[in-house]
């Protein structure tokens, strides 16, 4: 019994020594590979705001219209083909149709 009552005094003492870290912090960079360089304190709050969770839905450009428009099947399936973003696609044809063509 008297062996793990010495293990425990040992274990306080070093948990008792982490609570007051050295000056410099417990890693000591060699200053040769960047790769090794511990990060900031900046560095490390702006990585942990660009991974925190966000909840919702993106949001949008806010100047779109959602709209009901019936189109031929093979305009449709062809855009659909090319992949995802073919709305985005679409939206750029219509806009460049404008360019050439009189608005009503």
């Known amino acids: 019994m008297t062996g793990s009552a010495k293990k425990m005094s040992e274990r306080d003492a070093i948990l008792e020594a982490m609570k007051t870290p050295p000056p410099g912090g417990y890693f000591v960079w060699d200053g040769k590979n960047e790769d090794d360089r511990p990060a900031t304190d900046e560095e490390l709050g702006a990585a942990l705001e660009s991974y925190r969770a966000k909840r919702g839905r993106p949001a949008g450009s806010g100047t779109k219209e959602q709209v009901a428009i019936r189109l031929d099947h093979d305009v449709l399936a062809a855009f659909r083909a090319s992949g995802a973003g073919w709305q985005t696609r679409m ?3 219509l806009r460049d149709w ?4 009189k608005a009503i």
């Open 98 to 101: 404008l360019k050439t063509h």
């Open 91 to 93: 939206n750029a044809a």
